[in-house]
């Protein structure tokens, strides 16, 4: 008997506004296939997303993906970690029970000794309140961009807060982070 594996279409329909906080010391660790099936997750990931870890394991990533989020987020993830480069950016996670919370995530690939990509791995901890303050309303523009032009409505919309910031999305990330 095979079982089903979990997906975003799986998650609850019920988000409520309800936000946990990851510990200052707490690290979220997850790892994934190439297709973002989740291979691996430790205690604190099951705890702050509601599933089991019998319910993430094979399940895919974007069982915990939040509405919130713009779907550029992710493209520019992607992007960039199947180009064997890291990725750092604020993400929105959706938990089981509709709640949500904010993490500071890293992820990168992992490679075989040819250099093959055979897996993922995303390392997450508390994003400080101050980023999320700068970041959620951005999201926010992004996403309401994606419902009427799609991606590229929300690239733009990105390119041009970075270009009157004159900044990058890599300094943004990092300077939020600092609490600059
Ligand atoms: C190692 C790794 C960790 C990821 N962690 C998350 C995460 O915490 N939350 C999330 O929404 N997506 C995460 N993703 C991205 C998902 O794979 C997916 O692209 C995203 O949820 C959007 O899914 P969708 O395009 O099917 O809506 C991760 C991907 C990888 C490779």
């Given at each position: 008997?095979?079982?089903?594996?979990?997906?975003?279409?799986?998650?609850?329909k019920?988000?409520?506004?309800?936000?946990?906080k990851?510990?200052?010391?707490?690290?979220?660790i997850?790892?994934t296939?190439?297709k973002g099936?989740?291979?691996?997750?430790n205690?604190?990931?099951?705890k702050m997303?509601?599933?089991?870890a019998?319910?993430?394991?094979?399940?895919?990533?974007?069982?915990?993906?939040h509405?919130?989020?713009?779907?550029?987020?992710?493209?520019?993830?992607?992007?960039?970690i199947?180009?064997?480069?890291?990725?750092f950016?604020?993400?929105?996670?959706?938990?089981?029970?509709?709640g949500?919370?904010?993490?500071?995530?890293?992820?990168?690939a992992?490679?075989?000794?040819?250099?093959?990509?055979?897996?993922?791995?995303?390392?997450?901890?508390?994003?400080?309140?101050?980023?999320?303050?700068?970041?959620?309303?951005i999201?926010?523009?992004?996403?309401d961009?994606?419902?009427?032009?799609?991606?590229?409505?929300?690239?733009?919309?990105?390119?041009?807060?970075?270009?009157?910031n004159?900044?990058t999305?890599e300094?943004?990330?990092?300077?939020?982070?600092?609490?600059?």
């Amino acid at each position: 008997m095979s079982l089903k594996k979990l997906s975003k279409l799986d998650a609850t329909k019920n988000i409520i506004n309800k936000e946990t906080k990851l510990s200052e010391n707490d690290f979220i660790i997850s790892k994934t296939d190439t297709k973002g099936n989740i291979i691996y997750c430790n205690e604190i990931f099951t705890k702050m997303a509601g599933y089991s870890a019998s319910e993430l394991i094979g399940a895919n990533h974007n069982l915990i993906r939040h509405p919130d989020m713009p779907r550029l987020a992710f493209k520019v993830a992607w992007d960039l970690i199947k180009n064997k480069k890291e990725f750092f950016g604020y993400v929105k996670n959706l938990s089981k029970d509709g709640g949500f919370y904010w993490v500071f995530t890293y992820i990168t690939a992992d490679l075989d000794l040819n250099g093959k990509i055979i897996s993922y791995t995303s390392v997450r901890r508390k994003a400080p309140q101050s980023a999320i303050d700068t970041i959620a309303p951005i999201y926010k523009l992004l996403v309401d961009a994606e419902k009427k032009g799609g991606i590229d409505a929300s690239a733009k919309i990105l390119n041009s807060y970075l270009q009157e910031n004159d900044t990058t999305y890599e300094e943004l990330v990092i300077n939020l982070q600092k609490g600059v």
